[in-house]
């Protein structure tokens, strides 16, 4: 019982603190940027393919007129926390009014399809998607001095395998090579997924058929026994 009597006592103190708050206006900074929150299920799609991640807000009445655009920040996080507590965090994309940079690593994947017709619509596509891309997307918007985000965990689903017929290096048939990667659980790989897998570092000295019915060596430089060195044939970075 006699614990309880100090909280109490606390209380109006909390709420002189919160009057004052109120008083230097934070509160109305707070809302001067809604997000609305669309989606925090994480989205899942297959490698190579293209995926939107959503991110739209408002601004509080008159806050537009009385501030510069909104400038919005994608950042990429994911990782384990490390000894410090924090995950690692990659910038993709930056945007304020008419004005929009993608960051080298995203370069030529990043857009904000929605922004051109709706400055508060910052959802974000991402094509050409790579195992790698998968983590935590968050959505920041700066109206001023205020701060608001939102955050869409994506998964990119699938894995890119070379199946080794046993006896011969290139005994399969392009009709052999559907059939094998059938009985193996999977599909034949389409030249985006390997694209997308070859990004993310994949490396393998033997041709392979794909789905086009092209055969490529995904080899991420040239070395003795291990060139490509079929004219046409070759994988080029
Ligand atoms: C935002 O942009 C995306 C991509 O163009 C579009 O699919 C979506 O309907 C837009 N949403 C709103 C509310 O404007």
Redesign the pocket.
């Given at each position: 019982m006699q614990g309880v009597l100090p909280v109490c006592g606390l209380q109006p103190l909390l709420a002189l603190l919160l009057l004052q708050t109120v008083g230097c206006g934070v509160t109305e900074a707070d809302t001067m940027v809604n997000m609305r929150k669309v989606t925090h299920q994480t989205i899942s799609e297959e490698m190579s393919k293209t995926v939107?991640l959503p991110c739209?807000f408002t601004l509080r009445p008159g806050a537009s007129s009385s501030h510069e655009p909104p400038r919005i920040k994608w950042t990429k996080v994911w990782g384990q926390r490390g000894s410090d507590g924090l995950q690692k965090e990659q910038s993709v994309l930056v945007a304020k009014d008419n004005v929009v940079k993608v960051k080298k690593a995203f370069q030529g994947r990043v857009t904000l399809?929605?922004y051109n017709?709706?400055r508060y619509?910052a959802?974000l596509?991402l094509s050409g998607l790579r195992s790698s891309d998968s983590g935590l997307y968050r959505c920041e918007v700066v109206v001023g001095i205020n701060d608001e985000q939102d955050t869409v965990p994506l998964e990119v689903t699938g894995v890119v395998f070379h199946y080794r017929a046993p006896h011969d290096r290139y005994a399969l048939s392009f009709a052999d090579a559907k059939r094998v990667c059938v009985e193996n659980s999977a599909v034949i790989a389409t030249p985006g997924q390997l694209q997308a897998t070859f990004a993310d570092g994949y490396d393998n000295c033997d041709a392979g058929w794909l789905s086009d019915q092209t055969v490529r060596y995904p080899i991420q430089s040239p070395r003795p026994g291990c060139y490509g060195d079929r004219e046409g044939l070759t994988w080029s970075p």
């Open positions: 939107l739209l399809p929605g017709e709706n619509n959802s596509a």
